[in-house]
């Protein structure tokens, strides 16, 4: 019996079609599946990550010239490291504290005068607190530079953030410019700009030399913009410690 062409020509468009249709389908479902773990990544980074440390390397140093060899070689002389105990039993380019649920306000005077005295993540109800230790991994003096940044600031929360940065023990406190420009907060450092906190260097880190950082943060009630308006506000705090220069 003979097959009526236009009979086939249907069947193989009905059967490209749904071809069509599964490989739609599949492309649907693959999509849904990428955009999920996409905002659980977030949703868990929004909810934990609150404060990050990681260094890097500017590439602007004495050192820095040259082909590929050169930059290997770079690396190598100019280096640090980053570690929750002095003794660097377990060096690392990146350290992350978790954040703290549902705090509440306090006054900076009730933050612990030990807090800088424990190694690692030391949270308190109401604070972070997060000791660690820099050290001159390389083979050449460096100098090197640390910022903090404010990151995803929700309900101007950071109207009355406090950050007290302790550098081997010695300890400073940064806010946010008073709201009406007038100048700083009582007892603090102004923040250098709307989102970096801190930023300073320290010159001729010799190999081998070790920093100690200490970063609290908390939301300060004495401060005149905590009023129920920043209820429920976020924010993420992150430390980069760069290699601006070698010897």
């Known amino acids: 019996m003979r097959k009526d062409p236009s009979v086939t020509k249907i069947a193989y468009s009905v059967h490209k079609t749904s071809l069509l249709f599964r490989a739609l389908v599949i492309s649907l479902i693959a999509i849904v599946i990428l955009l999920s773990a996409a905002y ?70 009730s933050i612990p005068e030990n807090v800088d005295s424990i190694n690692g993540q030391h949270n308190g109800a109401n604070y972070i607190a997060y000791t660690f230790y820099l050290k001159n991994a390389g083979s050449e003096a460096v100098t090197y530079e640390y910022v903090i940044n404010l990151l995803n600031v929700t309900q101007n929360v950071d109207e009355a953030v406090r950050i007290r940065l302790y550098v081997d023990g010695n300890p400073n406190t940064y806010a946010k410019t008073k709201k009406d420009g007038t100048g700083p907060e009582k007892d603090t450092i102004e923040f250098l700009t709307e989102s970096i906190a801190v930023r300073s260097r320290r010159a001729y880190f010799k190999p081998g030399d070790i920093t100690k950082f200490t970063v609290v943060i908390w939301i300060e009630g004495d401060d005149p913009e905590c009023t129920d308006d920043i209820i429920g506000g976020k924010f993420k705090v992150t430390m980069d410690i760069t290699i601006v220069e070698g010897s």
Not at 58 to 74: H, L
């Open 40 to 109: 659980l990544v977030s949703a868990f980074y929004d909810r934990y990550s609150s404060f990050t440390v990681s260094t890097s390397y500017s590439g602007s140093g004495s050192s820095g010239k040259g082909g590929s060899d050169s930059q290997s070689s770079s690396l190598l002389k100019l280096a640090l490291s980053l570690s929750e105990t002095p003794d660097f039993l377990s060096p690392t380019s990146r350290l992350d504290a978790d954040a703290i649920e549902n705090c509440t306000n306090i006054s900076g005077y």
